[in-house]
């Protein structure tokens, strides 16, 4: 695993809180439900004027708390970023945010979505070997998963740690 210290600069997202077994809960890989396009085309419905970068500029992640690695049930949040604020949906399904800049600790990570946690694990303790401090939440940025990928060990993301 290589390591690359990269800035993320300031943006706005949707943000939406889930608690799940796995990245797995949010694409049914039989049907080609993906609950993420479904909360995107939400937030489209209700707030048609706000833009979604199209690929390669779009920036979407999962956040896990400080230094936790997952495991059973992960209490995580899912950010999509957006040109703009919009309105918060009234019954909660997400809301708004600006999102910090951040200087993090970047890791590519390939392999089923169930292994994730194990290269959290593992950019933890290359962040700790690089003489780094943890100063954030982490995130994971999928890059090719179920809707593009048939064979899930060609999953790739980034997993993103802030740090100082």
């Known amino acids: 695993m290589k390591l690359e210290i990269r800035e993320i600069p300031e943006h706005f997202a949707y943000t939406a809180e889930y608690i799940v077994d ?4 949010f694409f049914d890989v039989e049907t080609g439900v993906n609950s993420l396009q ?9 707030n048609p004027g706000v833009v979604v970068p199209e690929i390669p500029d779009d920036y979407n992640y999962f956040v896990h708390p400080q230094g936790v690695v997952p495991e059973g049930k992960m209490q995580l949040s899912y950010y ?12 909660g399904k997400y809301r708004f945010v600006t999102v910090p800049a951040v200087k993090a600790a970047v890791i590519p990570w390939q392999g089923a979505n169930t292994t994730v946690p194990e290269g959290i694990a593992k950019a933890f303790a290359i962040i700790k070997d690089a003489g780094l401090e943890i100063a954030g939440d982490t995130r994971v940025s999928a890059i090719h998963g179920p809707w593009d990928r048939e064979d899930e060990n060609e999953y790739l993301v980034e997993i993103q740690v802030p740090v100082k």
């Open 22 to 25: 796995s990245y797995n809960d």
């Open 80 to 91: 999509d970023m957006v040109d703009r604020k919009g309105i918060d949906n009234a019954e």
């Open 38 to 46: 479904d909360l995107e085309d939400l937030m489209h419905a209700e």
